[in-house]
């Protein structure tokens, strides 16, 4: 099979790997996603059996990391549900030119909700009274800047005029969640490193690569989605 081009990121592969199969959705009913208002009743199905995270109180990130907060931005665009994403500006110190969503530090005083909305407001100008939260997946820890991440997915039913801050961001990425899961698209390695084995989720595009911390957020929320 032909995969698609993705993009010029580098993959620091480590020497000892191994390709997974098929998709974790594999045999799903992949047609709720070209339905905005069922994918957000999913989520919020989803997000009601899992344990809570209050995203509106302070959050101890894992021990000896920092916390940072991103938003999943869903948009609803011709009532099919979009995923918006940035890629960062090359002049960054961590993760330059990387594929993420919007996002960054939690400061002093800040509960992860505010820092999300912050973050996207001042990265691709979404307004946070855009923004309906849903809830939280899976926290993700990253080595190279030394973060806790608290993902937290928002529905964004009237979309604005997305404009990117030239000093963080390079430019900014909306595509149908159908997109994802294309076969052509999205792949998976188990990674053997010093903290064990681990699974890495990419997203290759016409002319990027999602991967790292932001192909594992996709994938849970493609998960959470068609499950």
């Known amino acids: 099979m032909n995969r698609r081009p993705g993009g010029d990121q580098r993959i620091p592969r480590p020497d000892e790997f191994r ?3 098929s998709a974790p959705w594999a045999g799903r009913d992949l047609d709720v996603l070209t339905d ?8 919020e199905h989803y997000f009601l059996d899992r344990t809570p995270v209050d995203i509106r109180a302070p959050y101890a990130p894992a021990q000896g990391t920092r916390p940072s907060a991103v938003l999943l931005p869903l948009v609803k665009r011709d009532e099919v549900p979009h995923m918006v994403l940035t890629r960062r500006s090359v002049r960054l110190n961590n993760h330059r030119g ?13 509960n992860h909700e505010a820092a999300a909305l912050r973050e996207a407001h001042e990265e691709i100008a979404l307004p946070p009274h855009h923004v ?16 806790t991440i608290t993902p937290i997915v928002g529905a964004v039913e009237e979309e604005p005029e997305f404009t990117p801050h030239a000093a963080e961001v390079e ?9 994802l899961v294309r076969t052509d698209t999205y792949r998976h390695e188990f990674w053997t490193t010093p903290f064990g084995e681990i699974t890495i989720h990419f997203f290759e595009l016409d002319d990027e690569t999602v ?7 996709l994938a849970q929320l493609i998960d959470a989605v068609t499950r």
Do not use: H, Y
């Open 98 to 110: 990387e594929i993420s969503f919007p996002g960054g530090r939690v400061e002093d005083g800040e």
């Open 211 to 217: 991967w790292g911390a932001t192909g594992n957020l």
């Open 171 to 179: 430019r900014i990425i909306t595509l149908p969640l159908t997109e």
């Open 36 to 43: 905005f208002n069922e994918c957000i009743r999913r989520l």
């Open 19 to 21: 390709v997974g199969e």
């Open 132 to 147: 309906r939260t849903l809830g939280v997946l899976d926290l993700v820890t990253t080595r190279v800047s030394n973060s």
